[in-house]
């Protein structure tokens, strides 16, 4: 028997699908988003979200605190200027301010509420000027807010660039209408926009196009440049088995200096900053960067940390699996560079000398784990001076593929990894834990790797790279000798901007300081951190540099005593007569063409 509550809940529901039967539609919130640009200064994006058949009594609009991908508090809340609330009438409505990054709306009942706020623009992204006259490069999660609880919902997205500006973006473009759409907020948030008078290029690959958008200009060979692209495209899809999207576009903004930009990945797009000069002199000066942020469409993107499944937005997301995400991505980058033809087994090799130099100079490496440098991220911002899990986390990448491969008498290696993960993660849509990664290779090789990762992801052992590089039928020598320095310091931007000043350094000891801008050493005019480390090298240990910066626009004299640092020189040469064995690992891992050492 049905009881009468059960009843009448029961024809409750047969009313209700009665309704829908006969053609009425059940009312649901709408979004709609538009985007201009104050063109007096062009400082302030101007944003506007329209939300309609609005059925809540308040709405919480809330900015993202940090953008995924760069595991960085940005708090871009405190960017936001004029926020309000109107009705369809223009009459406001009630607003309060409930933090840094949130706005309660008093509704009312009213169906439709139009929200308007500016945005501030940093003078400097880190893949170049995000806004001038002259275009854009916008993220969307530092631009657009997100309504609390309407995030699955898709979204109507209006841009309005400037005369003679196009646009460039992942996001889907209905033609007939010229608007763009996303199927929810974290898709709105994971398409950058680039808008100028950009030039482009697209190629076809398993049937998708990818589009190439370059904003300013520089002399350098397109055709060159679109073919490395189309090599990185087709070995990173082919190695996973696909391209997991229906179109993929690339935003370059091309920086007039020789310092180069950042990068930074989406998931059917890339934004990537380079410098004009490396480009004019080598178009493969971009080849690492660009395959980094496009592999990340798989390790990233799709094959993810727990703690990015799904992303939240107001708060950290804390792993001590960084070193996979980013060191292995970079790991498999050069492989690509390599396997693809792009490098010859000397630049392969180079590389990874270079990185294995990088690492032996950083004193930290007997001081922080790789685990908690991932860990210690959101504390000590990117490109600080501790260890770095791209740096460190390349190295243990290499080093775990071929112990792999030793280990199974070449039968598995971190390709099968990879693969795997891809698969029975990504693929189901979950994200793996810190845990898992061992687990995996363990699962794979049937073999104990408990003390690999005992050793160089969580513990502070030296990494073996002379042992585990003979396992390929590599030699491997390593050079110390002492060198002048001020301790590690890199500065970027035509103001020599300091990002990262170890604090324990000559430099920070004298007083110079993160965001110091540096003008002159002993009255040279500073033009690059190559000039500087030219100069120091002329210095004698004990030495006085005499040193001037600005700090917001006050000079600064230094007097910084010349310390010295154990600088490293790694050498890296192929064996003239490996074993068999050792010569099936050094064919199967490289398998690429080119000369030997």
């Given amino acids: 028997m049905i009881g009468t509550r059960m009843r009448k809940t029961y024809l409750s529901l047969l009313l209700s699908l009665a309704i829908l039967g006969t053609g009425f539609q059940l009312r649901a919130e709408k979004l709609r988003y538009s985007l201009s640009i104050d063109q ?81 623009v940093p003078e400097h992204g880190f893949m170049g000027k995000a806004l001038d006259s002259t275009g854009a490069l916008i993220q969307g999660a530092s631009t657009w807010m997100y309504v609390r609880g309407l995030e699955k919902l898709p979204a109507e997205v209006k841009i309005l660039p400037p005369n003679g500006w196009r646009i460039a973006t992942g996001l889907l473009l209905e033609r007939t209408t010229g608007l763009f759409s996303a199927r929810n907020y974290d898709e709105l948030a994971d398409c950058p926009i680039m808008i100028g008078a950009l030039t482009d290029t697209v190629f076809t690959y398993l049937g998708k196009p990818h589009e190439i958008y370059f904003r300013n200009e520089a002399e350098f060979d397109r055709k060159k440049f679109t073919d490395m692209v189309k090599k990185i495209v087709r070995y990173q899809t082919d190695f996973f088995g696909g391209a997991p999207y229906d179109r993929y576009v690339f935003q370059f903004t091309i920086n007039t200096n020789e310092r180069g930009g950042g990068g930074l990945e ?183 790797f408990a003390p690999f990762f005992q050793r160089y992801v969580n513990g502070l052992v030296e990494l073996p790279y002379k042992e585990i590089l003979s396992l390929a039928g590599l030699e491997t020598k390593i050079e110390k000798t002492p060198t002048p320095t001020i301790g590690p310091i890199r500065f970027l931007g035509s103001r020599n901007r300091i990002f990262s000043i170890d604090t324990n350094s000559a430099a920070a000891k004298a007083g110079l300081r993160r965001d110091d801008q540096l003008v002159s050493a002993d009255g040279q005019a500073i033009t690059g951190q190559e000039m500087l480390s030219e100069l120091l090298l002329k210095k004698n240990i004990g030495d006085t540099l005499k040193l001037v910066a600005q700090r917001t626009g006050t000079s600064i004299n230094f007097d910084i005593v010349i310390d010295s640092f154990q600088k490293v020189q790694c050498e890296i040469k192929l064996m003239q007569n490996p074993s068999a064995e050792q010569l099936l690992i050094r064919n199967s891992w490289l398998a690429a063409s080119g000369s030997g050492r």
């Avoid at 708090?75 to 840094?100: H, I, Q």
């Fill in 40 to 120: 007096e200064l062009y400082k302030i994006l101007k944003v506007q979200i329209r939300v309609e058949e609005n059925t809540h009594k308040r709405l919480v609009l809330s900015m993202p605190i940090w953008i995924p991908g760069t595991y960085y508090v940005g708090t871009y809340g405190k960017n936001v200027l004029n926020f309000k609330a109107l009705d369809t009438s223009g009459d406001t409505l009630r607003v309060e301010k409930l933090s840094k990054s949130d706005w309660e709306i008093q509704t009312d009942g009213i169906r439709t509420i139009n929200v308007q706020y500016d945005v501030t």
């Fill in 266 to 448: 989406h998931a059917n797009s890339t934004s990537i900053g380079l410098s004009s000069l490396k480009l004019m002199q080598d178009v493969k000066n971009a080849a690492g960067i660009i395959a980094h942020e496009y592999l990340h469409l798989w390790n990233v993107k799709r094959l993810t940390s727990d703690q990015l499944l799904p992303v939240h937005y107001d708060r950290e997301a804390r792993m001590e699996s960084l070193w996979w995400l980013e060191g292995v991505t970079s790991y498999y980058a050069d492989l690509t560079l390599l396997r693809s033809g792009i490098w010859s087994v000397e630049e392969f090799l180079d590389n990874q000398e270079r990185e294995i130099q990088i690492l032996q100079e950083n004193p930290d490496r007997l001081q922080t784990t790789l685990a908690q440098a991932g860990w210690d991220v959101w504390e000590d911002g990117y490109a600080s001076s501790g260890i770095s899990y791209y740096n460190k986390g390349q190295l243990v990448g290499l080093l775990l593929d071929l112990t792999v491969r030793k280990v199974t008498s070449n039968k598995v290696s971190l390709d099968d990894v990879m693969r795997y993960l891809y698969q029975n993660y990504a693929l189901q849509s979950r994200g793996f834990a810190d845990d898992d990664l061992q687990q995996v290779v363990e699962k794979l090789t049937e073999k104990d």
